[in-house]
Protein backbone atom coordinates (compact mmCIF):
# COMPACT_ATOMS: atom_id res chain seq x y z
CA UNK A 1 0.00 0.00 0.00
CA UNK A 2 1.12 3.45 -0.87
CA UNK A 3 1.14 6.08 2.16
CA UNK A 4 0.80 10.10 1.98
CA UNK A 5 2.05 12.08 4.97
CA UNK A 6 -0.35 14.98 6.82
CA UNK A 7 2.21 17.24 8.23
CA UNK A 8 1.36 20.50 10.40
CA UNK A 9 4.16 23.10 11.53
CA UNK A 10 3.77 24.63 14.87
CA UNK A 11 6.59 27.33 15.12
CA UNK A 12 7.40 29.56 17.93
CA UNK A 13 9.00 33.05 17.14
CA UNK A 14 10.95 35.20 19.90
CA UNK A 15 10.05 38.46 19.69
CA UNK A 16 12.67 40.96 19.09
CA UNK A 17 11.32 43.34 21.81
CA UNK A 18 13.26 45.34 24.36
CA UNK A 19 11.28 43.97 27.47
CA UNK A 20 9.47 40.96 28.25
CA UNK A 21 5.35 40.59 27.35
CA UNK A 22 3.86 41.70 30.18
CA UNK A 23 6.85 43.63 32.69
CA UNK A 24 9.26 45.74 32.20
CA UNK A 25 12.37 42.90 32.52
CA UNK A 26 14.72 42.74 29.78
CA UNK A 27 14.32 40.10 27.51
CA UNK A 28 17.86 40.30 26.25
CA UNK A 29 18.95 37.20 25.64
CA UNK A 30 22.25 35.96 27.41
CA UNK A 31 22.22 37.78 30.66
CA UNK A 32 23.57 36.44 33.96
CA UNK A 33 21.36 33.50 35.08
CA UNK A 34 18.41 34.41 37.21
CA UNK A 35 19.03 38.34 37.10
CA UNK A 36 16.36 39.79 34.71
CA UNK A 37 13.16 39.02 36.65
CA UNK A 38 10.49 40.69 38.75
CA UNK A 39 7.56 39.43 40.68
CA UNK A 40 5.53 39.73 37.62
CA UNK A 41 7.55 36.80 35.55
CA UNK A 42 8.16 34.86 38.67
CA UNK A 43 4.71 34.44 39.31
CA UNK A 44 4.87 36.12 42.86
CA UNK A 45 1.36 36.45 44.33
CA UNK A 46 -0.36 39.11 44.18
CA UNK A 47 2.19 40.45 40.86
CA UNK A 48 -0.21 41.88 37.90
CA UNK A 49 1.07 41.69 34.64
CA UNK A 50 0.28 44.50 31.70
CA UNK A 51 0.63 43.65 27.83
CA UNK A 52 3.55 44.86 26.08
CA UNK A 53 2.36 47.20 23.21
CA UNK A 54 5.51 46.36 21.15
CA UNK A 55 4.23 42.21 21.32
CA UNK A 56 1.41 43.27 19.89
CA UNK A 57 2.60 45.32 16.90
CA UNK A 58 5.32 42.69 16.16
CA UNK A 59 2.06 40.30 16.19
CA UNK A 60 -0.11 42.36 13.75
CA UNK A 61 3.09 42.90 11.65
CA UNK A 62 3.45 39.02 11.12
CA UNK A 63 -0.74 38.52 10.58
CA UNK A 64 -0.72 41.45 8.07
CA UNK A 65 2.35 39.49 6.43
CA UNK A 66 1.23 36.64 5.45
CA UNK A 67 -2.62 37.98 5.13
CA UNK A 68 -4.30 36.76 8.23
CA UNK A 69 -7.21 38.24 9.78
CA UNK A 70 -6.77 40.27 12.86
CA UNK A 71 -9.10 39.18 15.75
CA UNK A 72 -10.27 42.32 16.73
CA UNK A 73 -11.04 41.05 19.99
CA UNK A 74 -8.25 38.14 21.50
CA UNK A 75 -8.49 36.89 24.96
CA UNK A 76 -5.45 35.85 26.99
CA UNK A 77 -6.03 32.63 28.58
CA UNK A 78 -4.44 30.94 31.21
CA UNK A 79 -2.35 26.96 29.98
CA UNK A 80 -2.27 25.41 33.55
CA UNK A 81 0.90 22.79 33.30
CA UNK A 82 4.12 22.10 36.05
CA UNK A 83 7.04 22.87 34.66
CA UNK A 84 10.13 23.27 37.20
CA UNK A 85 11.24 26.56 34.73
CA UNK A 86 7.76 27.85 34.92
CA UNK A 87 7.32 29.40 38.38
CA UNK A 88 3.83 30.24 37.80
CA UNK A 89 2.24 27.40 37.03
CA UNK A 90 0.84 28.53 34.52
CA UNK A 91 1.63 30.07 30.82
CA UNK A 92 0.05 33.15 29.88
CA UNK A 93 -0.96 32.02 25.75
CA UNK A 94 -4.37 32.76 23.52
CA UNK A 95 -6.93 29.62 23.35
CA UNK A 96 -10.02 30.17 21.59
CA UNK A 97 -9.63 33.91 20.68
CA UNK A 98 -6.63 34.16 18.47
CA UNK A 99 -4.87 37.88 17.74
CA UNK A 100 -4.75 36.05 14.46
CA UNK A 101 -6.57 33.73 12.15
CA UNK A 102 -6.01 32.08 8.56
CA UNK A 103 -3.46 33.67 6.22
CA UNK A 104 -0.93 31.67 4.36
CA UNK A 105 3.20 31.02 3.62
CA UNK A 106 4.03 30.58 -0.27
CA UNK A 107 6.86 29.37 -1.43
CA UNK A 108 8.51 27.43 -4.90
CA UNK A 109 8.55 24.07 -5.09
CA UNK A 110 11.08 22.78 -8.02
CA UNK A 111 9.58 26.03 -10.16
CA UNK A 112 5.55 25.25 -9.15
CA UNK A 113 3.92 27.77 -6.68
CA UNK A 114 2.60 26.45 -3.60
CA UNK A 115 0.82 28.16 -0.30
CA UNK A 116 0.63 26.40 3.02
CA UNK A 117 -2.64 27.62 4.96
CA UNK A 118 -2.26 29.10 8.59
CA UNK A 119 -5.28 27.93 11.24
CA UNK A 120 -3.58 30.50 13.70
CA UNK A 121 -1.15 32.80 15.06
CA UNK A 122 -1.25 33.77 18.50
CA UNK A 123 0.52 35.65 21.26
CA UNK A 124 2.28 34.02 24.53
CA UNK A 125 4.73 34.28 26.88
CA UNK A 126 7.69 31.88 26.89
CA UNK A 127 8.61 29.61 30.12
CA UNK A 128 12.23 29.31 31.67
CA UNK A 129 14.77 27.09 30.73
CA UNK A 130 16.16 23.46 32.77
CA UNK A 131 19.84 23.69 32.31
CA UNK A 132 20.56 19.77 32.76
CA UNK A 133 24.19 18.27 33.38
CA UNK A 134 25.60 16.11 30.56
CA UNK A 135 25.31 12.97 32.38
CA UNK A 136 23.17 12.38 36.14
CA UNK A 137 26.09 11.91 37.83
CA UNK A 138 27.63 15.63 36.81
CA UNK A 139 25.57 17.41 38.84
CA UNK A 140 22.35 18.84 39.41
CA UNK A 141 19.72 20.34 36.66
CA UNK A 142 20.10 24.36 37.06
CA UNK A 143 16.78 26.36 36.04
CA UNK A 144 17.33 29.72 34.47
CA UNK A 145 13.96 32.09 34.75
CA UNK A 146 15.61 34.83 32.88
CA UNK A 147 13.48 33.95 29.56
CA UNK A 148 10.28 33.32 31.51
CA UNK A 149 7.85 36.19 30.29
CA UNK A 150 9.90 36.56 26.84
CA UNK A 151 7.10 36.97 24.34
CA UNK A 152 6.57 34.80 21.24
CA UNK A 153 4.06 34.20 18.59
CA UNK A 154 2.72 30.99 17.71
CA UNK A 155 2.29 30.25 14.12
CA UNK A 156 0.32 26.93 13.30
CA UNK A 157 -0.30 25.52 9.77
CA UNK A 158 -2.89 23.75 8.73
CA UNK A 159 -2.12 19.88 8.33
CA UNK A 160 -1.33 20.90 4.57
CA UNK A 161 2.09 19.76 4.09
CA UNK A 162 2.79 16.76 2.35
CA UNK A 163 6.53 16.01 2.61
CA UNK A 164 9.54 17.06 4.41
CA UNK A 165 10.64 18.93 1.77
CA UNK A 166 7.63 21.10 2.06
CA UNK A 167 8.27 21.52 5.20
CA UNK A 168 11.21 22.60 4.35
CA UNK A 169 10.73 25.32 2.19
CA UNK A 170 7.69 26.45 4.22
CA UNK A 171 10.23 26.96 7.34
CA UNK A 172 12.79 28.79 5.20
CA UNK A 173 10.08 31.29 4.24
CA UNK A 174 8.85 31.60 7.51
CA UNK A 175 11.98 32.74 8.28
CA UNK A 176 12.60 34.99 5.85
CA UNK A 177 9.55 36.97 6.64
CA UNK A 178 9.98 37.25 10.18
CA UNK A 179 13.69 38.57 9.55
CA UNK A 180 12.14 40.85 7.02
CA UNK A 181 9.84 41.94 9.39
CA UNK A 182 12.50 42.65 12.19
CA UNK A 183 10.44 41.44 14.73
CA UNK A 184 12.22 38.08 15.60
CA UNK A 185 16.39 37.38 14.66
CA UNK A 186 15.38 33.45 13.09
CA UNK A 187 18.08 31.94 14.89
CA UNK A 188 16.98 28.09 15.38
CA UNK A 189 20.37 27.69 16.84
CA UNK A 190 19.71 29.89 19.56
CA UNK A 191 16.05 28.58 19.87
CA UNK A 192 14.84 32.01 18.83
CA UNK A 193 13.19 30.27 16.15
CA UNK A 194 11.43 26.79 17.76
CA UNK A 195 9.56 24.47 15.46
CA UNK A 196 7.57 21.30 16.61
CA UNK A 197 6.14 18.86 14.05
CA UNK A 198 2.55 17.06 13.90
CA UNK A 199 3.20 14.05 11.62
CA UNK A 200 1.13 11.27 10.48
CA UNK A 201 0.21 9.09 7.00
CA UNK A 202 -2.41 7.12 5.71
CA UNK A 203 -3.49 5.70 2.75
CA UNK A 204 -3.36 7.65 -0.76
CA UNK A 205 -6.71 8.35 -1.52
CA UNK A 206 -7.98 8.34 2.17
CA UNK A 207 -9.63 11.69 3.53
CA UNK A 208 -9.71 11.34 7.35
CA UNK A 209 -6.39 11.83 9.26
CA UNK A 210 -4.49 8.87 10.92
CA UNK A 211 -3.45 9.42 14.41
CA UNK A 212 -0.37 11.66 14.74
CA UNK A 213 2.76 12.57 16.41
CA UNK A 214 3.99 15.63 17.43
CA UNK A 215 7.88 15.87 16.78
CA UNK A 216 10.20 18.18 19.14
CA UNK A 217 13.61 19.54 20.00
CA UNK A 218 14.09 20.64 16.38
CA UNK A 219 16.74 23.36 16.02
CA UNK A 220 17.33 23.39 12.51
CA UNK A 221 15.34 23.54 9.21
CA UNK A 222 17.59 20.68 7.79
CA UNK A 223 16.81 19.23 10.93
CA UNK A 224 13.25 19.60 10.50
CA UNK A 225 13.18 17.69 7.17
CA UNK A 226 15.40 14.77 8.46
CA UNK A 227 13.64 14.28 11.67
CA UNK A 228 9.90 14.18 9.13
CA UNK A 229 11.62 11.75 7.01
CA UNK A 230 12.63 9.42 9.40
CA UNK A 231 9.12 9.68 11.18
CA UNK A 232 7.37 9.00 8.17
CA UNK A 233 8.86 5.96 7.67
CA UNK A 234 8.85 4.84 11.17
CA UNK A 235 4.92 5.58 11.23
CA UNK A 236 4.83 3.17 7.73
CA UNK A 237 7.14 0.08 9.27
CA UNK A 238 4.90 0.61 12.14
CA UNK A 239 1.55 0.42 10.10
CA UNK A 240 2.85 -2.05 7.66
CA UNK A 241 3.79 -4.47 9.90
CA UNK A 242 0.22 -4.60 11.07
CA UNK A 243 0.46 -2.25 14.33
CA UNK A 244 -1.22 1.21 15.46
CA UNK A 245 0.22 4.64 15.60
CA UNK A 246 0.51 5.82 18.94
CA UNK A 247 -0.41 9.73 19.84
CA UNK A 248 2.38 11.06 21.61
CA UNK A 249 5.15 13.05 21.94
CA UNK A 250 8.87 12.33 20.56
CA UNK A 251 12.37 13.88 20.79
CA UNK A 252 14.03 14.37 17.94
CA UNK A 253 18.07 13.35 17.93
CA UNK A 254 19.94 14.92 15.14
CA UNK A 255 22.71 12.91 16.22
CA UNK A 256 21.47 9.92 15.28
CA UNK A 257 18.30 10.92 12.98
CA UNK A 258 15.88 9.44 15.29
CA UNK A 259 12.78 10.27 16.81
CA UNK A 260 12.83 9.09 20.87
CA UNK A 261 8.91 8.73 22.70
CA UNK A 262 8.83 11.73 25.45
CA UNK A 263 5.90 11.58 27.22
CA UNK A 264 2.21 10.51 25.86
CA UNK A 265 0.67 13.83 23.80
CA UNK A 266 -1.71 15.88 25.91
CA UNK A 267 -4.89 16.67 24.85
CA UNK A 268 -5.77 20.66 24.79
CA UNK A 269 -8.24 19.64 27.79
CA UNK A 270 -5.45 18.74 30.05
CA UNK A 271 -4.49 22.12 30.01
CA UNK A 272 -7.84 23.91 31.83
CA UNK A 273 -7.45 26.63 29.74
CA UNK A 274 -9.44 29.29 31.23
CA UNK A 275 -9.42 33.76 30.32
CA UNK A 276 -6.77 35.11 32.68
CA UNK A 277 -8.59 36.98 34.94
CA UNK A 278 -5.95 39.70 35.28
CA UNK A 279 -5.97 40.52 31.94
CA UNK A 280 -8.41 42.56 29.88
CA UNK A 281 -9.74 41.36 26.52
CA UNK A 282 -7.68 43.32 23.44
CA UNK A 283 -9.39 45.21 21.40
CA UNK A 284 -7.24 46.79 18.32
CA UNK A 285 -9.11 48.78 15.90
CA UNK A 286 -9.08 49.25 12.54
CA UNK A 287 -6.56 52.76 13.14
CA UNK A 288 -4.36 50.38 15.19
CA UNK A 289 -4.02 48.32 12.10
CA UNK A 290 -3.73 51.07 9.38
CA UNK A 291 -0.65 51.66 11.17
CA UNK A 292 0.71 48.69 11.90
CA UNK A 293 0.46 48.42 8.00
CA UNK A 294 1.99 51.65 6.80
CA UNK A 295 5.06 50.68 8.57
CA UNK A 296 5.32 47.31 7.01
CA UNK A 297 9.14 46.77 5.60
CA UNK A 298 9.26 45.13 1.67
CA UNK A 299 8.90 40.97 2.24
CA UNK A 300 11.32 38.97 0.54
CA UNK A 301 8.56 38.01 -2.46
CA UNK A 302 7.82 41.84 -3.32
CA UNK A 303 11.83 42.25 -3.46
CA UNK A 304 12.59 39.42 -5.36
CA UNK A 305 10.18 40.54 -7.70
CA UNK A 306 11.19 44.07 -7.63
CA UNK A 307 15.23 42.47 -8.39
CA UNK A 308 13.89 41.33 -11.35
CA UNK A 309 11.89 43.85 -12.47
CA UNK A 310 13.88 47.08 -11.76
CA UNK A 311 17.61 45.25 -12.22
CA UNK A 312 16.84 42.67 -15.00
CA UNK A 313 19.19 40.01 -13.41
CA UNK A 314 17.29 36.45 -13.56
CA UNK A 315 14.91 35.17 -11.31
CA UNK A 316 17.56 32.74 -9.65
CA UNK A 317 19.84 35.51 -8.90
CA UNK A 318 17.18 37.31 -7.56
CA UNK A 319 15.84 34.35 -5.39
CA UNK A 320 19.69 33.63 -4.04
CA UNK A 321 20.41 38.20 -3.70
CA UNK A 322 17.35 38.16 -1.29
CA UNK A 323 17.70 34.99 0.82
CA UNK A 324 18.54 37.29 4.12
CA UNK A 325 17.55 40.65 4.33
CA UNK A 326 21.29 41.63 5.10
CA UNK A 327 22.45 40.17 1.48
CA UNK A 328 19.90 41.85 -0.66
CA UNK A 329 20.64 45.28 1.02
CA UNK A 330 23.93 44.40 0.46
CA UNK A 331 23.39 44.20 -3.04
CA UNK A 332 21.49 46.94 -3.61
CA UNK A 333 24.36 48.81 -1.79
CA UNK A 334 26.68 47.71 -4.25
CA UNK A 335 24.62 48.51 -7.19
CA UNK A 336 24.19 51.83 -6.37
CA UNK A 337 28.16 52.16 -6.10
CA UNK A 338 29.01 51.36 -9.16
CA UNK A 339 25.34 51.56 -10.88
CA UNK A 340 25.61 47.73 -12.81
CA UNK A 341 23.26 45.40 -11.52
CA UNK A 342 24.48 42.04 -13.27
CA UNK A 343 28.42 42.56 -12.74
CA UNK A 344 27.12 43.40 -8.83
CA UNK A 345 25.02 40.29 -8.70
CA UNK A 346 27.81 37.98 -10.48
CA UNK A 347 30.70 39.13 -8.44
CA UNK A 348 28.64 38.25 -4.99
CA UNK A 349 26.58 35.33 -6.38
CA UNK A 350 30.25 34.09 -7.16
CA UNK A 351 33.31 35.57 -5.15
CA UNK A 352 31.52 36.95 -2.62
CA UNK A 353 28.97 34.03 -1.52
CA UNK A 354 32.19 31.60 -2.07
CA UNK A 355 34.19 33.63 0.56
CA UNK A 356 31.20 33.25 3.16
CA UNK A 357 31.01 29.93 2.45
CA UNK A 358 35.09 29.52 3.03
CA UNK A 359 35.16 31.70 6.09
CA UNK A 360 31.24 30.26 7.41
CA UNK A 361 30.22 33.97 8.43
CA UNK A 362 27.45 35.96 7.32
CA UNK A 363 27.53 38.82 5.07
CA UNK A 364 27.40 41.61 7.33
CA UNK A 365 30.74 39.90 9.40
CA UNK A 366 31.80 40.54 5.52
CA UNK A 367 35.47 42.42 5.55
CA UNK A 368 34.24 44.08 2.14
CA UNK A 369 31.87 46.63 2.51
CA UNK A 370 29.37 47.06 -0.59
CA UNK A 371 30.94 50.59 -1.44
CA UNK A 372 34.20 49.19 -1.91
CA UNK A 373 32.93 46.39 -3.75
CA UNK A 374 30.93 48.67 -5.58
CA UNK A 375 34.01 51.03 -6.36
CA UNK A 376 35.88 47.66 -7.68
CA UNK A 377 33.28 47.02 -10.09
CA UNK A 378 33.04 50.66 -10.67
CA UNK A 379 36.98 50.15 -11.71
CA UNK A 380 35.86 47.28 -13.85
CA UNK A 381 33.80 49.12 -16.09
CA UNK A 382 35.79 52.10 -16.03
CA UNK A 383 38.31 49.85 -17.47
CA UNK A 384 40.80 51.37 -14.70
CA UNK A 385 41.70 47.39 -13.90
CA UNK A 386 40.69 44.18 -15.85
CA UNK A 387 38.78 41.29 -15.17
CA UNK A 388 41.63 39.31 -14.21
CA UNK A 389 43.39 41.87 -12.25
CA UNK A 390 40.10 42.47 -10.45
CA UNK A 391 40.34 38.97 -9.05
CA UNK A 392 43.41 39.81 -7.38
CA UNK A 393 42.57 42.86 -6.13
CA UNK A 394 39.28 41.35 -4.74
CA UNK A 395 41.59 38.89 -2.70
CA UNK A 396 44.07 41.51 -1.74
CA UNK A 397 41.16 44.04 -0.27
CA UNK A 398 39.72 41.04 2.13
CA UNK A 399 42.51 42.12 4.58
CA UNK A 400 43.99 45.75 3.09
CA UNK A 401 40.92 48.01 3.78
CA UNK A 402 43.04 50.99 2.32
CA UNK A 403 41.96 52.79 -0.53
CA UNK A 404 41.73 50.91 -3.68
CA UNK A 405 43.77 53.42 -5.56
CA UNK A 406 46.78 53.23 -3.16
CA UNK A 407 46.36 49.09 -3.22
CA UNK A 408 46.14 49.28 -7.34
CA UNK A 409 49.33 51.58 -7.45
CA UNK A 410 51.30 49.87 -4.84
CA UNK A 411 51.31 46.27 -6.16
CA UNK A 412 51.45 47.37 -9.60
CA UNK A 413 48.12 46.63 -10.63
CA UNK A 414 47.09 49.24 -13.50
CA UNK A 415 46.38 47.91 -16.29
CA UNK A 416 48.60 48.42 -19.42
CA UNK A 417 46.92 50.98 -21.66
CA UNK A 418 49.99 52.79 -23.30
CA UNK A 419 50.40 51.61 -27.19
CA UNK A 420 53.93 52.25 -27.17
CA UNK A 421 54.90 49.84 -24.41
CA UNK A 422 52.34 47.14 -25.55
CA UNK A 423 53.69 47.28 -29.23
CA UNK A 424 56.92 46.78 -27.81
CA UNK A 425 55.75 43.64 -26.54
CA UNK A 426 53.84 42.58 -29.34
CA UNK A 427 57.11 42.85 -31.41
CA UNK A 428 58.95 40.66 -29.16
CA UNK A 429 56.05 38.22 -28.91
CA UNK A 430 55.81 37.94 -33.02
CA UNK A 431 59.70 37.72 -33.41
CA UNK A 432 59.81 35.02 -30.59
CA UNK A 433 57.08 32.76 -32.60
CA UNK A 434 57.54 33.05 -36.45
CA UNK A 435 56.00 29.60 -37.14
CA UNK A 436 52.98 30.50 -35.20
CA UNK A 437 52.95 33.63 -36.99
CA UNK A 438 53.11 32.23 -40.14
CA UNK A 439 50.83 29.34 -39.39
CA UNK A 440 48.30 32.46 -38.71
CA UNK A 441 48.98 34.88 -41.64
CA UNK A 442 47.88 31.49 -43.51
CA UNK A 443 44.30 31.74 -42.09
CA UNK A 444 44.15 29.81 -38.95
CA UNK A 445 42.89 32.55 -36.86
CA UNK A 446 42.07 30.76 -34.28
CA UNK A 447 46.04 31.31 -33.04
CA UNK A 448 45.03 35.02 -32.35
CA UNK A 449 43.82 33.35 -28.90
CA UNK A 450 47.31 32.24 -28.96
CA UNK A 451 48.59 35.80 -29.29
CA UNK A 452 46.57 37.20 -26.55
CA UNK A 453 47.59 34.66 -24.02
CA UNK A 454 51.55 35.26 -24.69
CA UNK A 455 50.54 39.02 -24.28
CA UNK A 456 48.79 38.47 -21.14
CA UNK A 457 51.50 36.83 -19.30
CA UNK A 458 53.84 39.19 -20.72
CA UNK A 459 52.21 41.74 -19.36
CA UNK A 460 51.07 39.50 -16.29
CA UNK A 461 47.30 39.75 -16.90
CA UNK A 462 47.47 43.53 -16.62
CA UNK A 463 46.98 44.37 -20.62
CA UNK A 464 43.68 46.37 -21.44
CA UNK A 465 41.95 43.96 -23.69
CA UNK A 466 40.64 45.48 -26.09
CA UNK A 467 43.46 48.68 -26.58
CA UNK A 468 46.13 44.70 -26.70
CA UNK A 469 43.45 42.85 -28.95
CA UNK A 470 43.14 45.54 -31.75
CA UNK A 471 47.02 45.94 -31.77
CA UNK A 472 47.69 42.60 -31.71
CA UNK A 473 45.57 42.01 -34.64
CA UNK A 474 46.86 45.06 -36.54
CA UNK A 475 50.24 44.43 -36.06
CA UNK A 476 49.56 40.14 -37.11
CA UNK A 477 47.13 41.30 -39.81
CA UNK A 478 50.72 43.83 -41.31
ZN1 LIG B 1 9.72 40.62 34.95
Redesign the pocket.
Known amino acids: MNYEAVIGLEVHAQLLTKS?IF?G?SAHFGQQPNSA??P??LGLPGALPVLNKRAVDFALKMILAVGGRVGKQSVFARKNYFYPDLPKGYQISQYDKPIGVGGAISFIDGGIAKSINLTRIHLEEDAGKSLHPENASQGYTRVDVNRC?TPLIEIVSEPDIRTPHEAFLYLHALKQIVEYLGICDGNMEEGSLRCDANVSIRPIGETTLGTKTEVKNLNSIRGVERAITYEIGRQIAVVSSGGKVVQQTLLYNDADGKCYPMRSKEESHDYRYFPDPDLVTLCIDDFWIAEVAASQPELPIARRERFVSNYGIPAYDAEVLTTTLQLADYFEAVVEHCGDAKLASNWIMTEVLARLKDQQIDISEFAITPTRLGELIGKIKAKAITGKIAKDLFELMLSDSRDLDVIISEKGLAPVTDSGDLKKLIDKIIADHPDEVARYREGKTKLFAFFVGQLMKATQGKADPETAGALLKARLDE
Open positions: KCCTCVCG
